[in-house]
């Protein structure tokens, strides 16, 4: 009974696949028979009707009938195949032989592929077809004004051509041939070829017209304008050479021959009608005119800058020679209080060799002004580079001057200091003598004496002729530092004293009470009257803690108001 049941549903489940894969089949089948009927229903005779209206021969004749009989292939052949192949699709799927319908709809879906390629390109041949003689038809006439008036302008202006004017009538004459030649295709109906003929004629045209008004302007150029340029420009360099301009860097004879080879290449590409690249060719020449002008113009400038300037410099080059002496019998006399390091010394020599070199040079170019054998171009940048070497050597002479002032400078500002570092010693002694301190420990009676040494160095080291005063700034640094050293640790003396004797006061009034903290307070009292300030605090600060927690913070509450009091 199972076995029985399982083929039924087996059965079942095949009967299921096949009617999905039959109802797909057909859909498939439904969607190319309406593609079909699509393409049979487009307008191509439409599109013929508009080709029966042009002249139906020559190469219009052959398209048409190709279009025609390869219209005729799709609806007498290939669309009749398709209908058979459906026919045939459908009854593989009704026989369960899926595979061979799908192929079948492959099939089908190919060859209407390529109908539907076949169709649009028919199409699109007719409309380039049909455009082609309706464009042709306005665009000839537009060439044949443009003809007309490039005819009447090479008549009645043709003297301004020159020799090209023969080349340009001839290049007119095969534009005319040309006409002629599209007319006679397009009577033949071969509106294509007209069409290629046409484009053809119409950049020659353009390429003409464009002769003719370039050529008159092109040979204006290099008759008349070039030429008077050069003129000009050659008379300009023959009055500056007269007088006296070095000119023969520019090498104008060289570049006036290599224009005049170009003008004369630029004229005979003229005569042949051939414009390709004269007018770059041209600009070129009034580039290189322009640049010639530049290289002249400079000169002249160059001349008026180191006329001018050339005495300048000798003025600002002698004021800082007498300087410069000035600056080394101040040396010599600086040499008599104070010791100048030999670095300091060879800045002095460095300045005296640049200023010699630097008079040497200016020397040669006033010669070289007086000779006129060189260019003033040249001159000038001789001149602004002495200039430059000028300023710095100033600077540097300057910076030197300023070393020699800040030696007198730096030697009492010292001078100061050691007074203000002897106030500070005597302020020292003062505080420990007001604070009535029992007695100083033997670490900090060595601070003292070191402090004092230092100071007495330092007036020694001031004393000395000539005066060293690197050394001198060296010790004042060291004395400077031990001295502020030596008031911290005073003041910080001073309060320990006066706090461990207040912290001691306080703790009396547990001494009774409190054997350990007697006895604590007493080895305090022992530290302090052998000037063991720090530990003494120490020990006494810890011994009261033990006993009243924060009874240092009150203490120093209390001396702080005490401060404030006396203030």
Excluded: C
């Amino acid at each position: 009974m199972e076995v029985v049941i399982g083929l039924i549903i087996l059965l079942f489940f095949i009967f299921g696949i096949g009617y999905i894969f039959r109802r797909n089949i057909y859909k498939e089948i439904d969607r190319l028979e309406a593609w079909k009927i699509e393409i049979m229903n487009k307008s191509i005779i439409d599109e013929f009707t508009k080709v029966k209206e042009l002249k139906m021969t020559g190469q219009t004749e052959k398209m048409f009938e190709r279009w025609r009989n390869d219209w005729d292939e799709i609806i007498t052949g290939q669309l009749p195949e398709v209908e058979e192949l459906l026919f045939e699709a459908e009854e593989y799927a009704d026989k369960y032989r899926f595979q061979k319908s799908k192929n079948t709809l492959l099939h089908i879906e190919s060859i209407l592929k390529e109908v539907e390629k076949q169709i649009d390109s028919i199409i699109e041949e007719i409309n380039e077809l049909v455009s082609s003689k309706q464009k042709n038809s306005v665009e000839s006439k537009e060439a044949k004004e443009q003809f007309k008036q490039l005819k009447k302008t090479l008549i009645t202006h043709g003297h301004v051509f020159g020799k090209a004017q023969k080349k340009l009538e001839g290049e007119l004459d095969e534009i005319a041939n040309s006409m002629k030649q599209f007319d006679e295709e397009t009577d033949s109906g071969n509106y294509l070829k007209a069409r290629d003929i046409l484009t053809e004629q119409k950049s020659q045209l353009n390429l003409l017209q464009m002769k003719l008004e370039n050529i008159p302007k092109l040979l204006s150029e290099i008759h008349s304008i070039i030429p008077g340029e050069l003129q000009e420009l050659q008379q300009g360099y023959k009055e500056m050479k007269e007088k006296g301009y070095f000119l023969s860097h520019i090498e104008l004879d060289q570049e006036l021959e290599r224009i005049h080879n170009s003008l004369t290449r630029y004229k005979d590409q003229l005569d042949q009608a051939n414009i390709d690249g004269v007018r770059a060719g041209l600009d070129e020449i009034h580039e290189t005119i322009e640049e010639l002008y530049d290289l002249l113009e400079k000169e002249v400038y160059a001349s008026q800058f180191v006329k001018t300037e050339i005495a300048t410099f000798g003025e600002k080059l002698n004021d800082l020679l007498v300087k410069k002496k000035e600056t080394k019998e101040e040396t010599d006399l600086v040499k008599q209080s104070y010791q100048l390091s030999e670095q300091d010394i060879e800045k002095l020599r460095e300045i005296d060799k640049r200023l010699n070199l630097l008079e040497k040079q200016y020397q040669q170019i006033v010669s070289e002004l007086e000779q006129s054998h060189i260019a003033h171009t040249v001159l000038k940048e001789e001149l602004e580079e002495l200039n430059r070497q000028l300023e710095e050597t100033k600077a540097q002479h300057e910076n030197y001057r300023q070393m020699l002032y800040t030696l007198r400078k730096d030697e009492l500002k010292a001078r100061e200091q050691v007074n203000d570092l002897k106030r500070v010693m005597q302020d020292i002694k003062r505080s420990i003598q007001k604070s009535n301190i029992p007695g100083l420990p033997v670490r900090f009676l060595e601070k003292v004496q070191a402090a004092q040494d230092s100071l007495d160095k330092i007036v020694l080291k001031l004393e000395e002729v000539p005066l060293n005063m690197s050394a001198v700034q060296q010790d004042l640094e060291d004395a400077v530092r031990v001295i502020e050293n030596l008031k911290d640790e005073t003041e910080e003396m001073i309060e320990q004293v006066y706090l461990v004797e207040k912290v001691i006061q306080y703790g009396n009034r547990y001494r009774s009470s409190h054997k350990l903290l007697a006895r604590k307070l007493n080895e305090a009292e022992e530290l302090f009257r052998n000037y063991e300030y720090g530990k003494s605090l120490e020990e006494a600060a810890a011994a009261i803690e033990e006993i009243e927690p924060g009874a240092i913070e009150k203490i120093q509450a209390i001396i702080t108001e005490e401060l404030k009091e006396k203030q």
